[in-house]
């Protein structure tokens, strides 16, 4: 068996530069939305806007109503994934990365739940979840009666979280919500919804860790870990070796990564970029020194786990957005660089905010950008 070829050097910045390049940051291209969603192994949507911003900061041209087409036809669906968090993917790589999840998102819902709900066999609470969302496609809350109804000495809300971890679940979209799905969603079967059985047995997980580093590598199987929730990645990746490149960082840790995937020049150009609330391109490494510095992780990643809005200069993440919307038809876009920015700079950070603030508001008669002082 070959060896991986030898470990070299590579800095911050080319990380950096790596990373934008698979994540379609370094130019906008033109690609289909379903192709986008696929190359980035999912887009995180923990609320349903995210990705339809991922999608406008990454596209040369880009439709929400094509998205939402794709939601509607079912072939993208948003539904629990990597992390225990909610993901847009592909309908072929929810049926592909779900049952790799599955033991790691009901170990995970458990770690939480059984402290509550103390030695109990769970399987009783999946068979009324699958019952119920069999019949029904409803909000998450209305489990909790049919819970109550079958198990009324126990803890319904403990039980409905392992529920929703431990039984293939997706977000049903509606035909009038502006992005896709109201904030109270309903849920249904993944099997009822896309007319294919979810495999019971896992595909290789080999394949999973291919996709992580054509989307997020280089990278460690701590990073991997990170970005998937799932343990034990230090074997898989010893069982890749020797189809992979190494390289080692600034720290002096060994990196794995696909021998033809891209790897810009660290000095190549990286236009101003805004990323949406939840971007993967901030949560999917173990050191995430090469997107954020390490000193301004905790105004992007907030106390409650709300990972706000933010843009980049030169590649960086340098500051945070938020759009609000007053009464009387007026959009405001805050910007909050984390430092002074360059006059240049700030003058591109500004034109790019107003284009992503008529994307978000096209209707609204009066829309305004503001740059706060650092």
């Known amino acids: 068996m070959s060896k991986a070829v030898a470990t070299k050097p590579m800095t911050r910045r080319a990380l950096n530069r790596a990373l934008l390049a698979r994540q379609l940051l370094l130019k906008r291209e033109r690609l289909q939305p379903l192709a986008v969603i696929e190359r980035l192994a999912g887009m995180q949507a923990q609320v349903p806007r995210p990705p339809f911003v991922g999608l406008w900061t990454r596209l040369q041209k880009f439709d929400p109503a094509s998205l939402l087409a794709l939601a509607r036809s079912r072939k993208v669906v948003r539904a629990t994934a990597m992390r225990g968090t909610i993901h847009l993917l592909s309908a072929k790589d929810f049926l592909s990365f779900r049952p ?25 609470f999946y068979e009324v979840g699958r019952a119920f969302f069999g019949k ?9 009666g049919a819970l109550e109804r079958k198990f009324p000495n126990r803890d319904v809300r403990a039980m409905a979280y392992v529920v929703r971890m431990g039984i293939p679940l997706v977000m049903v979209p509606t035909d009038d919500d502006r992005w896709g799905w109201p904030a109270n969603a309903a849920f249904t079967l993944a099997d009822t919804w896309l007319g294919k059985r979810t495999p019971l047995d896992p595909p290789p997980i080999e394949s999973m860790v291919r996709r992580y580093l054509a989307a997020f590598g280089p990278a460690t199987p701590g990073d991997a870990q990170t970005w998937s929730g799932i343990p034990g990645m230090r074997e898989v990746f010893e069982r890749l070796r020797p189809k992979l490149v190494t390289f080692r960082d600034d720290r002096k840790r060994e990196l794995f990564d696909l021998p033809d995937a891209p790897r810009p020049d660290e000095n190549t150009p990286a236009p101003v970029r805004f990323l949406p609330e939840y971007d993967n391109v901030v949560l999917s490494h173990d050191d995430r ?12 990643i907030l106390k409650n786990l709300v990972v706000v809005g933010s843009f980049t200069v030169d590649g960086f993440i340098a500051g945070t957005w938020k759009v609000e919307v007053k009464v009387k038809k007026e959009a405001a876009l805050t910007l909050t660089p984390f430092a002074a920015l360059p006059k240049k700079a700030g003058a591109e950070v500004v034109a790019e905010a107003e284009r992503l603030l008529e994307f978000l508001e096209p209707d609204n008669p009066k829309r305004t950008v503001k740059l706060t002082r650092a």
Not at 102 to 124: E, F, M, N, Y
Not at 136 to 144: C, K, Y
Not at 289 to 300: C, D, K, P, S, V
Request: charged letters at 30%.
């Open 100 to 124: 790799l999840l599955s033991a790691t998102l009901a170990r995970g819902a458990w770690a939480i739940a059984g402290k509550r709900l103390g030695a109990v066999d769970v399987k009783p």
């Open 136 to 144: 029904n496609e409803a909000p998450f809350e209305d489990l909790r």
């Open 289 to 300: 020194t090469r997107i954020i510095a390490n000193e301004h992780r905790g105004e992007l």
